[in-house]
């Protein structure tokens, strides 16, 4: 399984992924220039966004090169888990970047500048090619990490508020009612908000070693006994090391000792199936059992 996580790794740092990030960021320059030439908040609440997922996609990078580094004796798992602290970090930029959009854009509400729907218009179409280029790029390597998968889906989200900026544009060229451009950006940032939300959840729950969500503890045990053998599972213990690997500790009751390695390596293959890379079992017999609440050696 190192050699699969390390396949997992490459994958991300490779070339398609650093063309996405130069393309996103770009795209945020142009797009910040647009915005405030033309006085479209929409415009800059939409650049605030993809500066976010740039931002991500940047800290990702970083953390999959930390994570690449090797095991000390001060960290022995290496640095695996900057990738979930550094997904946290992002999920926090990005709910603040939301929340200063959308005070904005309230702010602004009231204000009647000249909104060039035509400019708008253009940035929507120019988004939504960066959204759909980028959201090819990045297809292949969601499918093996959480972080990764993320940007994906915002990116995906992405493409639908790059239709909202190209059919306010037009709405605004024909009807000159600016309002339509704050309302936009406000509605951008609802919709990246709620998910934003969710994803902050789900890093904080794996920042302090809560069970993975795609992970089910009675799954896994169900999973543990229906192998030969097995004759009770406790103590059952399921963390992140990282946004790509899971590790697992459980107390197994094993009935023939002498079949503890085979029965060892089943419970590895089965768990590894489901995503739970590094597995620890304590074997437990007859003459060493434990409960739910103790472990003791029988007396004699």
Known sequence: M??????????????PFIVAIIINITFVILEVIIGITNNSMSLISDAGHTLSDSLGMILVLISFLLAK????????????????LISLINSIILIATVIIIIFESLQRMQLHGHINGQSMSYMGIIALCVNLITVYLLSKGQKNDVALRTIFIHKLADILVS??????????????????DRILSIIIAAIVLVPAIKLLITNIRLTIDGVPENI???DIKNIMMSIPGVEEVHHIHVWALSTQENALTAHVHITNIER?????????????????????????????????????IPNH
């Open 2 to 15: 190192i050699e699969r996580n390390s396949d997992n790794v490459n994958m991300v740092i490779n070339k």
């Open 69 to 84: 580094m090797k095991s000390t004796k001060k960290f022995t798992y290496g640095y695996k888990k900057t990738t979930i």
């Open 163 to 180: 239709i909202g900026l190209l059919v306010s544009g037009i709405i605004i060229m024909i009807t000159g009612i600016g309002i339509i």
């Open 216 to 218: 089910d503890i009675d």
């Open 260 to 296: 503890t390695g085979t029965i060892i390596a089943q419970i590895r293959n089965e768990l590894m199936s489901i995503g739970i890379q590094h597995v620890t079992i304590e074997a437990e017999n007859k003459d060493f059992s434990c409960t739910e609440q103790v472990c003791h």
